[in-house]
């Protein structure tokens, strides 16, 4: 079996990095980007650049309006993200490097220091003015009692704390992710078609310097030629098992 195999590879492993993309969190009823059902087969990208959301009141209302519908803020961790956070407990894994904005992982229990956010989390909105910080759920209660375009108390434009197409990768996150990349021994990826860069040259440069590449993705990926073993099912349960047999 795949699963089997990719005990093997980790097994004597010590340096684990786990890379996630949308596909682990779809078990917690947030759907995926770029799946046969993803977020984009209904909203059109270019929408979401930075440029039309900064200068377009409309492009933001529909923004918020989907913040509010999306149940991001709702959901809560799977057997997938409970089991990576069991996996850092046993001090095997260097960290977790993730596309995602649902700050999934840090609800299921990795500490801070063990996340690299690629995209930002969308959990806090920053005014793009005065750049205070405050709790999205709280913009989005503003959105539901009326307030279709809600600002900041300055009057500026409040943007959730996530890379819209057009900005920039925060600088610091790739920098860590990268030196993780280096330092690693092996790699995990879960949930990501691993066509989105620069985010995949993470697991890609592991890969390329020679640690073994597991991948485990209901659907083709990207990087299915570099990888060790590619286990086609789906993350919780997958992830659930490995991590139990890596701890026994």
């Given at each position: 079996?795949?699963?089997?195999?990719?005990?093997?590879?980790?097994?004597?492993?010590?340096?684990?990095?786990?890379?996630?993309?949308?596909?682990?969190?779809?078990?917690?009823?947030?759907?995926?980007?770029?799946?046969?059902?993803?977020?984009?087969?209904?909203?059109?990208?270019?929408?979401?650049?930075?440029?039309?959301?900064?200068?377009?009141?409309?492009?933001?209302?529909?923004?918020?309006?989907?913040?509010?519908?999306?149940?991001?803020?709702?959901?809560?961790?799977?057997?997938?993200?409970?089991?990576?956070?069991?996996?850092?407990?046993?001090?095997?894994?260097?960290?977790?490097?993730?596309?995602?904005?649902?700050?999934?992982?840090?609800?299921a229990g990795l500490p801070p220091e063990s996340i690299v956010e690629l995209h930002g989390n969308a959990r806090t909105t920053s005014c793009v003015e005065c750049g205070?910080?405050?709790?999205?759920?709280?913009?989005?209660?503003?959105?539901?009692?009326?307030?279709?375009?809600?600002?900041?108390?300055?009057?500026?434009?409040?943007?959730?704390?996530?890379?819209?197409?057009?900005?920039?990768?925060?600088?610091?996150?790739?920098?860590?992710?990268?030196?993780?990349?280096?330092?690693?021994?092996?790699?995990?990826?879960?949930?990501?078609?691993?066509?989105?860069?620069?985010?995949?040259?993470?697991?890609?440069?592991?890969?390329?310097?020679?640690?073994?590449?597991?991948?485990?993705?209901?659907?083709?990926?990207?990087?299915?030629?570099?990888?060790?073993?590619?286990?086609a099912e789906s993350s919780g349960a997958t992830l659930r098992t490995i991590v139990d047999a890596l701890i026994d």
């Open positions: 079996m795949t699963i089997d195999r990719a005990i093997d590879v980790l097994a004597t492993r010590e340096s684990i990095l786990v890379f996630t993309g949308a596909g682990i969190s779809t078990e917690s009823g947030i759907p995926d980007f770029r799946g046969p059902d993803g977020v984009w087969t209904r909203v059109d990208p270019s929408e979401f650049t930075i440029d039309r959301y900064l200068s377009n009141a409309d492009t933001r209302r529909r923004s918020w309006t989907m913040r509010q519908e999306s149940g991001l803020l709702e959901a809560s961790p799977n057997d997938g993200h409970r089991a990576i956070a069991d996996l850092w407990q046993t001090g095997r894994m260097i960290g977790c490097v993730t596309q995602n904005i649902d700050g999934l992982h840090a609800a205070s910080t405050t709790p999205t759920a709280d913009v989005v209660s503003r959105v539901v009692a009326g307030e279709a375009d809600p600002r900041c108390s300055c009057g500026g434009i409040l943007k959730v704390d996530v890379v819209f197409f057009g900005e920039r990768m925060p600088a610091a996150a790739m920098t860590r992710a990268m030196a993780w990349a280096a330092a690693c021994d092996s790699v995990v990826s879960v949930g990501s078609t691993l066509s989105v860069y620069p985010a995949s040259y993470v697991p890609l440069t592991a890969a390329e310097a020679g640690a073994p590449l597991v991948i485990i993705n209901q659907g083709s990926t990207d990087l299915d030629r570099v990888a060790t073993v590619v286990v």
